[in-house]
């Protein structure tokens, strides 16, 4: 099931949870996350691996000799993405959990949490007409 199949019922809540490091530890902490919702019952979507983004830099190694001599240098930048579906009660608690519980959570890992929440659609509009 991909992000773009996800159908969400009303007075849920859908969070992503977008994490991104330089760390090999990356892909196991989002297994850990979305093996955390499965275990409470939570329906999930990922861990969806994403682009990942590298930086390179070429340097001198000395800076009065060789300009044949250079060092070079990568920063590579993984990426996952796991949502999930709950109830907005259950979605609270397991993003608290997310926040405070979860070890170990690496400090080269980078956790960015976002929340959509559908309401039902009864306490916005009702049947009767005004004319």
């Given at each position: 099931?991909s992000?773009?199949?996800?159908?969400?019922?009303?007075?849920?809540?859908?969070?992503?949870?977008?994490?991104?490091?330089?760390?090999?530890?990356?892909p196991?902490?989002a297994?850990r996350?979305?093996?955390?919702?499965?275990?409470?019952g939570i329906?999930t979507v990922?861990?969806?691996?994403?682009p990942?983004t590298?930086?390179?830099w070429t340097?001198n190694?000395?800076?009065?000799?060789?300009?044949n001599?250079?060092?070079?240098?990568?920063?590579?930048?993984?990426?996952?993405?796991?949502?999930?579906?709950?109830?907005?009660?259950?979605?609270?608690?397991f993003?608290?959990?997310?926040?405070?519980?979860?070890?170990?959570?690496?400090a080269?890992?980078d956790?960015?949490?976002?929340?959509?929440v559908?309401?039902?659609?009864?306490?916005?509009?009702?049947?009767?007409?005004?004319?």
């Open positions: 099931m992000i773009t199949q996800t159908i969400v019922g009303n007075g849920r809540k859908v969070v992503s949870f977008n994490l991104q490091g330089i760390d090999r530890v990356l196991y902490i297994k996350i979305a093996w955390a919702a499965k275990l409470s329906k990922g861990p969806l691996p994403l990942s590298s930086k390179q340097v190694r000395s800076p009065h000799t060789d300009k001599s250079r060092e070079q240098y990568e920063l590579k930048v993984n990426k996952r993405l796991v949502q999930i579906d709950a109830p907005i009660q259950t979605a609270d608690m993003v608290k959990f997310v926040q405070t519980k979860l070890p170990p959570i690496s080269t890992v956790i960015k949490i976002e929340e959509r559908y309401l039902p659609t009864e306490d916005f509009y009702s049947d009767k007409r005004i004319a």
